[in-house]
Structure formats: C-alpha cells, structure tokens
C-alpha cells in the first residue's frame, strides 16, 4: 500500500473583521441640534439671534433647556412670558436663575403671586448678580423708605453709584433736605428712573423759569417729572396762560385731555357767569 507523506492543505478560508457597531455621531448630533432648535421656535425664541448672542448655547443640552422652562414655570410665568424673556436676554438660556429669584422672595421679600409681574416687568433681575448688583441696590433703597414691590422692584438693577445716587443729589441741589427728597421718592418712585440731563433738569428749569412755579408744590407733587414735557406740561401750561388761569401741577397733569379741556371750559364759563 502506497501511503502519501505529503500533508494535504486545506484553501485558507479569509476571516471577516466586522467593525463593532458606533452611532452615527454626526447624524444624531445633527438631529439633537435640530430638535433644539425647534424647541426654541416653539418658545417664539429667535434660535440665529440666541446662537448668536450666547455662542454657548450650542453645547447645552436640550434637557437643560426644558428644565429651565419648567423652573420659570414653577413660579407662576406663563409659557408666552417665558418665551418673550429668555428671547430678550437669551443668555439666560445657560444661566441659573434661582440665585435672583429665591433674593427676590427671601430678601426683598416680594409675594411669590407678585413675582412673575416683577420679572415681566424688568427680565434683567434675573441676569442680575445677587451680591455685587442686587444686594447693595436693596441697601439704598431701603435707606430711603422704598418698600419694593413688583412695579418698582426694576430698580434693583440700577447701579447705585452711577444711577441712583446722581438723581439724589440732583433733587437735593434744588434746596431740598434728605428727609425731603426720601418722601419725594417714596410718592413717585419713577424719579430714579429718569435722567438728570435729559428729563429732570430741563422740567425744573421750565417749571421755574416758564410757569414760575415754587419749589415747594414740587415737593407736594414729584409725580411732576414723570409727565411728558413737550406733549403734556408745556401744552397745557401755554392753554391756562392764554386763558389768564393756572392751576395746581396735580390738577392741570393727572387728568385726561378731555378732562383738561372740560375743565377749561368749566373755568371759562364760571369767570362769565361772575361778571
């Protein structure tokens, strides 16, 4: 019997590497950046402006995204008011706003019912730095009596050297004492709210010079400097001039147009019926 020594080889049978299974990063990445996107629209939040704005954005999550609207929704804003704010400030869209908000409940103290009005009416409280800004505009204003509410809690984020002192110097300028002009604030709030330049010294020069007022009626009446003076003191100051009258700043101010006209009228007959 013949035997065959030689070995028999086998044909090589190639082994097939298959590559273990990886996520399409850039598609899912894509995709998540579009959801994002959508769920900022649905907000009515302008996505290119928020982009642009807080260049950060990009890289948060869309998790944090709705756990900040459910944070701003705990505290009575609305889905609309929420939307309208975070498009005004979008930096706020990577912020923490419980820092502002438990200051404004804790600190201020404003009513938790009163708090969505106060940062529809001022969105900037929530960007605002509790212990450099916040703090120290409560400070002063308390110091003047201010108790704040949510119409005049925007006045937290006034810098207190550059903004509301000037407009307490200015009033104490014209002869008023402090005691004075801290009950001048109190009545009318507004007043730190205005410019020195631009509103509240060309009103007093006008209220001197023109109407030849007495400092104190504006010391009775600080609401004065929050009415318009081209389209409403000056007006209607000129109207009593050319009839011989003149009335208290708060009656000739605080009323409508019709009601100053019909008040004019009034005066006019009443000086008839006299003669």
């Known amino acids: 019997m013949l035997t065959c020594s030689c ?10 590497i298959v590559p273990p299974t990886a996520p399409p990063r850039a598609k899912d990445g894509g995709l ?48 609309t008011s929420i939307g309208r704010i975070l498009d005004m400030y979008p930096l706020l869209l990577t912020s ?25 009416r ?7 730095s509790v212990t450099t800004q916040l703090r120290p505009a409560l400070r002063f ?12 809690s925007l006045l ?14 200015f009033l104490q300028s014209l002869g ?4 004075a002009v801290n009950r001048m604030v109190v009545r009318s709030p507004g007043l730190l709210t205005l410019s020195v330049e631009n509103n509240m010294r060309p009103k007093v020069q006008f209220f001197l010079e023109e109407m030849e007022g007495d400092l104190e009626e504006l010391k009775r009446f600080p609401q004065y400097f929050s009415f318009s003076l081209e389209k409403k003191i000056k007006p209607r100051h000129r109207s009593l001039v050319e009839h011989g009258f003149k009335l208290p700043l ?26």
């Open 96 to 120: 923490d706003p419980l820092p502002p908000i438990n200051f404004l409940l804790h600190e201020v103290p404003l009513p938790l019912p009163h708090l969505p009005l106060s940062l529809s």
């Open 156 to 169: 937290l984020v006034s810098n207190v050297e550059n903004t509301l002192k000037p407009k307490i110097s």
């Open 122 to 128: 001022c969105p900037r409280l929530l960007l605002s």
């Open 141 to 152: 204003l308390t110091s003047l009596g201010l108790v704040l509410n949510s119409h005049t």
């Open 7 to 16: 070995r028999v080889q086998l044909p090589h049978q190639p082994v097939l």
């Open 32 to 79: 998540l950046f579009r959801q994002k996107l959508l769920y900022l629209q649905s907000l009515n939040i302008d996505p290119h402006k928020a982009l642009r704005l807080n260049p950060s954005l990009r890289s948060t999550p869309l998790s944090s995204l709705l756990s900040l609207e459910h944070s701003l929704s705990s505290f009575g804003l609305s889905r």
């Open 176 to 179: 008023f004492d402090e005691p």
């Open 250 to 275: 708060s009656k000739m101010l605080k009323v409508s147009d019709g009601e100053f006209n019909a008040r004019l009228i009034e005066m006019r007959l009443q000086r008839v019926q006299r003669r």
